[in-house]
């Protein structure tokens, strides 16, 4: 399996941005397909954006607000979110979707 390290995660007021990065073990453009998780408090663990090849799709509730990318130089899958709100609030995974690889998560908390 890849190895997958999530960062960029922290707090932030509502309103305000996040770029989440997730580091591969290998080249991250051979990954494919690959997403962005988020688990709330007391919620099951969702899809919130998904790379598939030159496909890509949101969540309806981050459409417009988070973009998923891939950076060659530093071998990451990024996830910036801007205009967050508080339920956005959760640990944020990346996923290497063909083999159910997982990162260990990162916190991003929201308030208002």
């Known amino acids: 399996q890849v190895q997958l390290v999530e960062s960029g995660g922290g707090l932030v007021q509502a309103g305000g941005s996040l770029r989440l990065s997730c580091t591969a073990s290998?080249?991250?453009?051979?990954?494919?397909?690959m997403g962005w998780y988020r688990q709330a408090p007391g919620k099951e663990r969702e899809l919130v954006a998904s790379?598939?090849?030159?496909?890509?799709r949101y969540a309806d509730s981050v459409k417009g607000r988070f973009t998923i990318s891939k950076d060659r130089t530093k071998n990451s899958l990024n996830l910036q979110m801007n205009n967050l709100k508080p339920e956005d609030t959760g640990i944020y995974y990346c996923?290497?979707?063909?083999?159910?690889?997982w990162g260990q998560g990162t916190q991003v908390t929201v308030f208002s």
């Open positions: 996923r290497y979707i063909s083999d159910n690889s």
């Open positions: 790379m598939i090849g030159a496909n890509i």
């Open positions: 290998r080249n991250i453009i051979a990954l494919n397909p």
